[in-house]
T-cell receptor, first 112, second 111 residues
């Protein structure tokens, strides 16, 4: 069983709303990641963090922000949701020496 | 930026047959990993092969790596309907950067 949790599982919101997608892990992993997965399955890196108070932008980071105040928590915020943000958002974590990633079940976001 | 490319994009086989998926990448790697994703869920790590390894086994999975050709293959032997999923390769390049995933292969195993 994965020890990384994403909430909500599904979300439908209106254009212009501010939303935060939650991600928490209980494994004590320093490294955490957010990926956006489009309908064609391709995963795009949005943001990542290698520890508390450390965040980096990925290839697709515009219009979203992250924070890493606690090791276990890595929330993603969309300041103003648009229909183009409709997608599956996947959170993952890993141990320091780059073994496999553990993924959450994802948040499927629909912006109408 | 896309590093890995899986081939084929989709594969449909009968239960009991073997399934082979290929992954090509562009730059030098530390390791290459394979993941499975069931519909609408997160990815699950299957196997990791390091750049100095050529072959690795895990149960019914066999992974090969050819660094000279910058390619890897995932073989699932004696497939089952439960193997129906999407399979992704991911590369860990030098420089402590996050994994870069390919576009995946959709595998359908028909009972």
């Amino acid at each position: 069983e994965a020890d990384i949790y994403q909430t909500p599982r599904y979300l439908v919101i209106g254009t212009g709303k501010k939303i935060t997608l939650e991600c928490s892990q209980t494994m004590g992993h320093d490294k955490m990641y957010w990926y956006q997965q489009d309908p064609g399955m391709e995963l795009h890196l949005i943001h990542y963090s290698y520890g508390v108070n450390s965040t980096e932008k990925g290839d697709l980071s515009s219009e979203s922000t992250v924070s890493r105040i606690r090791t276990e928590h890595f929330p993603l915020t969309l300041e103003s949701a648009r229909p183009s943000h409709t997608s599956q958002y996947l959170c993952a974590s890993s141990e320091p020496h780059q073994g496999g990633y553990t993924f959450g079940s994802g948040t499927r976001l629909t912006v109408v | 930026s896309q590093q890995g490319e899986e081939d084929p994009q989709a594969l449909s086989i009968q239960e009991g047959e073997n399934a082979t998926m290929n992954c090509s990448y562009k730059t030098s790697i530390n390791n290459l990993q394979w993941y499975r994703q069931n519909s609408g869920r997160g990815l699950v790590h299957l196997i990791l092969i390091r750049s100095n390894e050529r072959e690795k086994h895990s149960g019914r999975l066999r992974v090969t790596l050819d660094t000279s050709k910058k390619s890897s293959s995932l073989l699932i032997t004696a497939s089952r309907a439960a193997d129906t999923a999407s399979y992704f390769c991911a590369t860990d390049t030098a420089g402590n950067t996050p994994l870069v995933f390919g576009k995946g292969t959709r595998l359908s195993v028909i009972a």
